[in-house]
């Protein structure tokens, strides 16, 4: 079983940088990937970044790619999402994801290739 709690949360403001971390616990070495989903008012749940913690690859939605990059500390029970040049679009939840198996290249943003999900935390670009 794995535990996975985020944090860092906050309101900024349009232009404005912040990172959240997702610390994983539990049997992190059972861990293979690892995923960053958010989730708007009335919006479905969207895909942000995912990181292989064997081998490190990064994968992007093109709605991020090149603002925020996803990556994870030595002992690799630490997830981060840097966001910078932050936009009110931007604002949501955002929810830490785990997989126990290897994800394939062309599945990484399917929500239900991810077993384990953190509570989630408020992400507000606002002026």
């Known amino acids: 079983q794995v535990h996975l709690v985020e944090s860092g949360g906050a309101t900024v403001q349009p232009g404005g940088s912040l990172r959240v971390s997702c610390a994983a616990s539990?049997?992190?070495?059972?861990?293979?990937?690892m995923a960053w989903y958010r989730q708007a008012p009335g919006k479905e749940r969207e895909f942000v970044a995912a990181?292989?913690?064997?081998?490190?690859?990064?994968y992007y939605s093109d709605s991020v790619r090149g603002r925020f990059t996803i990556s994870t500390n030595n002992p690799k029970n630490t997830v981060y999402l840097q966001m910078n040049t932050l936009k009110p679009e931007d604002t949501a939840v955002y929810y830490c994801?785990?997989?126990?198996?290897?994800?394939?290249?062309?599945?990484?943003?399917?929500?239900?290739?991810?077993?384990?999900w953190g509570q989630g935390t408020q992400v507000t670009v606002s002026s």
């Open positions: 994801s785990a997989s126990g198996s290897q994800v394939i290249v062309s599945a990484i943003a399917l929500a239900r290739m991810y077993a384990f």
């Open positions: 539990g049997n992190i070495f059972s861990i293979n990937d």
């Open positions: 990181i292989r913690l064997r081998g490190l690859h990064t």
